[in-house]
Nanobody, 123 residues
Framework: QVRLIESGGGLVQAGTSLRLSCAAS????????MGWFRQAPGKEREFIAA????????YYADSVQGRFTISKDNIKKTVSLQTSTLKPEDTAVYYC????????????????WGQGTQVTVSS
């Protein structure tokens, strides 16, 4: 079973960037599809980005397409979310997720979750 720990959240101003990281332990990292979700206060958790096991295919929510980039490092066993041009509406707890499945999409339902890292974007 994989364990996920997020880091990199914080308070930033609108228009700036932040890099979130997720360290995985346990299991075989290359055997997991990886991704990110977020949950804003009073809202449901929403899909942000995901990538397949090989990293070949990546999917993004429309709300972050072109501003966020997901990547992973199989040696360091980390998955990152590079954000840019942050907006106040990006304020949320960001969660790292993983699943042994082969496919990912905007409807991805991963099995494993981290505890989240808070991102707050001030206007």
């Amino acid at each position: 079973q994989v364990r996920l720990i997020e880091s990199g959240g914080g308070l930033v101003q609108a228009g700036t960037s932040l890099r979130l990281s997720c360290a995985a332990s346990g299991g075989t990292f290359s055997s997991y599809a990886m991704g990110w979700f977020r949950q804003a206060p009073g809202k449901e958790r929403e899909f942000i980005a995901a990538m397949t096991r090989s990293g070949t295919n990546k999917y993004y929510a429309d709300s972050v397409q072109g501003r966020f980039t997901i990547s992973k490092d199989n040696i360091k066993k980390t998955v990152s979310l590079q954000t840019s041009t942050l907006k106040p509406e990006d304020t949320a707890v960001y969660y790292c997720a993983a699943d042994e499945g082969w496919e990912v999409s905007a409807h991805w339902s991963p099995r494993y979750w981290g505890q989240g890292t808070q991102v707050t974007v001030s206007s």
